[in-house]
């Protein structure tokens, strides 16, 4: 599994890292709906909304957000959305806490979950959005801001099979360990600390980065142990199985969701 995960991450690095460094912000801002609309037609699978033609008015609906965001780009609706995007994940922790809320295939709970999809998702697509489009580099700065998710993964998978022994949420995913998370944290702080200073990134700011990077961790971790638990609630092991060994998009974006919200607004109080 490993091998496999490795080979498909290797195949799709090289595209995604084109994309965010060469398409202009317009482009990208379309690809990347794109991906997301996939990975909110995953989520309507684990909210169990099953009618088909449901499941597609809901991405028309969550499509027509994008647009209308972009229409109103530049204006105060833009940071408040990231804001929400910020506090929905306080929310999601308090969710965590008591796992077993929204658990039965109830029609209340499917709602319920159809919301915390658009507050997942959309609040991400304007954070990835509002960052990539910064006037100073902001093609880096997003690329910054995913490696230091993807470093954070990376750290906590190596230190977790090495050192973990105590489990993080054993309930809702049974391989999570807390050494997982401090592995996460080094691997992070890391990447935040070498990206800043190629960005020119000094003194207090990047101080202040590398506090903003144990916040991306946290709230990535939470976003992942969130869609863990939508798993749980739907009975399914992956979300899709678009990549081979990786499962949906959902699957690789749930931390991501977490963290740019989060991200984005750190370099706003940073002024980055």
Known sequence: MLLQRTLTALLLAPLVIALILLAPTGLFAAIVALAFLAAMWEWTRLSGLKATGARAGLLVLTAAIFALCWWQRGGIAWPVLIGIGVSWWIVVGQWLRHFAFGAAPTRENVLIKLGAGLLTIVPAWIATVTIHGAADRGNWWTMLALL????????????????????????????????????????????????????????GKLIGLLVLSVFVVVVSIVGDLFESLMKRHAAVKDSGNLFPGHGGLLDRLDSVFAALPVFAAGMLLLGL
């Open 148 to 203: 230091i998710v993807w470093a954070a993964d990376i750290g906590a998978y190596f230190s977790g099979r090495q050192f973990g022994r105590r489990k993080l949420a054993p309930t809702i995913s049974p391989g999570k360990t807390w050494a997982g998370v401090y592995g996460a944290f080094v691997a992070g702080a890391i990447v935040a600390g070498v990206g800043g200073s190629l960005l020119g990134v000094t003194g």
